[in-house]
């Protein structure tokens, strides 16, 4: 049997517990740290890791990256960051984040997300072109922003009550049958569609506020204009069976005020001025020229030798007054005073008669023999 030396022994075994401990300590290296190979940090980190094309690998069930900002000098920034793949709490999300963690202590959960990648996410979910194009669901944006997708690609305006407003939510969308905004809150109500191949300026409003139905430069306040029929504006209650047209008619220069179904113009204008109308014409005006009151008691009408000193001295009715020739008028003020002068001339002509009477009876009593 070997002997060994008791203290030769007791070397070598404070020499392997020193080694063993040492290579299981923190390392700081002042210096540059140059790997010529990959990186494998983590608790499950094995011999010979396998890491195919990787040159950093993070290897366990909680991997993070921190930004700690060490920066003590007022003016300076001191928020902390942090790259996390995955939450570390049973159901958790599985999702890469970008965390604001402010001046959160060393290994603290928590933060706030700012950019949020979910497990599962399309192929191209955010992408961004060389020229700062931004792509949702597309790696050849055409536009800033350009959203992609198979059915009705959309956007949502959200408001939540945090703020003490109600709260309200829009949908923009467009598909093969409309672009459309839908409000959410209210039934989810289309109250603006466009269809596809609607004309250029189906819709435009000018600087002046303008707005132009089929013209993009209208010139009044609501200005429509067609080319290939007449221009035509329906007014539909939806509980009548005909509903109203105004229309502009190019072939015979006319506007018009039709019923949809009945077969006739209710009115039509001429750009000679005329106004034809199949009905008749009543007024809500109140007659204010006396009318019906000449046959009132108390009602004073001129004699027929003042009438006449009037209308010769003046050239004109009283009650319907001056009518220049090639001058405009009120055509219900001279209906009102045509009716009332027309009304005292029956008088005139009742007391003319009665006049005629008593002239005809004194005659036929001369007539009679003594």
């Known amino acids: 049997m070997k002997r060994y030396d008791l203290a030769a022994c007791t070397a070598a075994l404070a020499i392997t517990l020193v080694a063993g401990s040492a290579a299981r300590a923190d390392q700081v290296i002042p210096d540059d740290l140059i790997v010529q190979g990959s990186i494998c940090a983590g608790l499950d980190c094995v011999?010979?890791?396998?890491?195919?094309?990787?040159?950093?690998?993070?290897?366990?069930?909680?991997t993070r990256i921190d930004f700690v900002?060490?920066?003590?000098?007022?003016?300076?920034?001191?928020?902390?960051?942090?790259?996390?793949?995955?939450?570390?709490?049973?159901?958790g999300a599985e999702a890469l984040s970008f965390r604001s963690m402010g001046d959160a202590s060393a290994g603290s959960e928590g933060g706030t997300p700012i950019l949020t990648l979910t497990n599962g996410a399309p192929s191209n979910s955010i992408f961004v072109d060389s020229t700062g194009r931004v792509g949702f669901r597309t790696a050849t944006p055409v536009l800033d922003l350009h959203v992609a997708t198979s059915n009705t690609p959309a956007m949502r305006l959200e408001q939540s009550n945090?703020?003490?407003?109600?709260?309200?939510?829009?949908?923009?969308?467009?598909n093969e049958a409309n672009f459309f905004i839908r409000d959410v809150t209210t039934g989810s109500k289309l109250p603006f569609r466009i269809r596809p191949n609607?004309?250029?300026?189906?819709?435009?409003?000018?600087?002046?506020?303008?707005?132009?139905?089929g013209t993009g430069s209208p010139a009044d306040v609501l200005h429509i204009r067609r080319t290939t029929g007449p221009v035509a504006i329906r007014l539909d209650s939806g509980s009548q069976p005909n509903p109203i047209r105004l229309n502009f008619n190019t072939n015979t220069n006319e506007f018009r005020i039709t019923y949809d179904g009945l077969g006739i113009n209710q009115l039509r204008l001429t750009s000679a001025g005329n106004l034809i109308i199949p009905g008749s014409i009543t007024t809500s005006g109140s007659c204010s020229v006396g009318c019906d009151r000449v046959f009132e008691p108390d009602f004073e009408i001129p004699s027929i030798e003042e009438q006449k000193e009037f209308m010769f001295s003046r050239k004109y009715l009283p009650a319907v007054g001056s009518t220049p020739e090639g001058e405009p008028m009120d055509l219900t003020r001279k209906v009102e005073g045509i009716l009332h002068e027309l009304e005292k001339a029956h008088i005139y002509i009742s007391q003319l008669k009665s006049t005629q009477d008593q002239l005809t009876a004194e005659i036929d009593r001369l007539r009679k023999p003594q």
């Open 47 to 62: 011999n010979n890791e396998n890491f195919g094309f990787a040159t950093i690998r993070l290897k366990e069930n909680n």
């Open 69 to 91: 900002d060490t920066s003590t000098t007022a003016g300076f920034t001191t928020n902390d960051w942090r790259i996390q793949a995955n939450d570390s709490a049973s159901g």
């Open 162 to 174: 945090a703020g003490g407003f109600t709260a309200q939510t829009w949908d923009i969308a467009g």
């Open 198 to 213: 609607a004309p250029t300026s189906s819709i435009d409003i000018a600087a002046t506020g303008n707005v132009g139905l």
